[in-house]
């Protein structure tokens, strides 16, 4: 027998589990970063009079709360969903007004003691890079499959209003009543239903195709056509319209509502029956999603080989006046170590695909 909730519990998404693991990921490799910088805060050392406490808040707090973060996104908790969409939302924001503000010209001014000060110029304080990945954690946290993994599980679980089998030691009133009248219908698994009637002083089954919503019913009903119903037992073969209006007495609407009818010969397993405007839906959203993996790893194959082919290439950072061009014989550290980030998020966004590919080929072929 399934644990309770596990009916009204959404499928994991896979994107989401490698998006909490990458935050995990990331946020703990900045962790040493941020005790430095707290260590450096505490003693007053060089360096930090001029910290503002949004720079504080950055470098010192968000890696570790980016880290619990990323571990709640796993969990699927819901304040983790909130703050990971919040975070990109904020990021998309700031890069944004950065590429709309543009360059930064050259000026000078004087200051209060008379001393001439020029501001060099500066290009436009926004990153491509960033603007891109957190707009793919925005479509990815907004769609309805993944927004249900956080916020159908606790609304959902009262909304089941059908009947549930329980232990055969354990009788119930709904077991008296279907042992005098000698039926009875219940709920198998998600989606699917059945209806038993007593027979020879056993329980004959017939199996009801279905689907579980989301929305005021929270459960369709696929009833078979005339055609297949012929291929049912010899004892329900014949009384086709008895048995659909008991199913309807016990399975009503609007809790219930009823689909079209099933055609064919009923399958010796389970069917997956899918409600075609659903699927459609839910096939626009992944061909977005490889759309937007496949640029990201279109972009960062363009930046390594534009690197490798300059000798330069740009830090994807921006603070603390890291966000530069780096050279390979001036700075080869800093040099191969933004080619490796690149590399990094372009494997894996090949990896996502891939791993959705092999996800999507077990789904049809279970």
């Not at 990458?22 to 910088?37: D, K, Y």
Request: no cysteine; net charge positive; aromatic share 10%.
């Amino acid at each position: 027998m399934p644990k309770r909730g596990a009916l009204n519990a959404a499928p994991r998404s896979p994107l989401v589990t490698v998006l909490a693991w990458l935050l995990m990921l990331g946020s703990g490799l900045l962790l040493p970063i941020s005790f430095i910088s707290a260590l450096m805060l505490l003693v007053g050392s060089h360096g930090t009079a001029s910290a503002t406490v949004g720079g504080v808040l950055l470098i010192v707090f968000a890696p570790a709360a980016t880290l619990l973060a990323g571990f709640g996104l796993w969990r699927r908790w819901r304040w983790a969903w909130v703050y990971v969409l919040l975070l990109a939302l904020a990021v998309l924001v700031v890069q944004i007004v950065g590429w709309w503000r543009g360059p930064t010209p050259q000026y000078s001014y004087v200051s209060a003691s008379g001393v001439l000060n020029t501001v060099s110029a500066s290009e436009a304080q926004y990153s491509p890079l960033l603007i891109l990945v957190s707009g793919v954690v925005l479509v990815l946290l907004s769609l309805p499959r993944v927004r249900a993994e956080f916020f159908t599980a606790r609304s959902a679980a009262p909304a089941v209003k059908g009947p549930v089998a329980q232990p055969p030691d354990v009788p119930t009133a709904k077991d008296a009543i279907a042992a005098a009248r000698g039926w009875r219908v219940g709920h198998q698994g998600r989606d699917r239903m059945y209806y038993e009637e007593r027979r020879d002083g056993a329980w004959q089954r017939l199996d009801i195709e279905g689907e579980m919503l989301m929305g005021e019913a929270h459960h369709a009903v696929y009833l078979a056509s005339p055609d297949r119903w012929r291929h049912y037992p010899d004892w329900a073969r014949e009384r086709r319209e008895e048995i659909v209006a008991r199913i309807r007495s016990e399975f009503r609407e609007p809790d219930y509502v009823y689909g079209g009818e099933l055609g064919g010969a009923p399958p010796v397993a389970r069917a997956s029956v899918r409600n075609p405007s659903r699927h459609d839906g839910q096939r626009s959203t992944n061909w977005l999603t490889v759309a937007l993996l496949l640029a990201l790893a279109a972009g960062m194959a363009w930046l390594i080989w534009s690197g490798l082919g300059s000798g330069e290439t740009r830090l994807p950072v921006k603070y603390f006046g890291a966000r530069r061009t780096v050279t390979r014989l001036a700075d080869p550290a800093m040099y191969w170590t933004a080619l490796g980030l690149y590399a990094a998020l372009g494997v894996g966004a090949l990896g996502l695909l891939g791993w959705g590919w092999r996800a999507a080929r077990s789904d049809r072929s279970s």
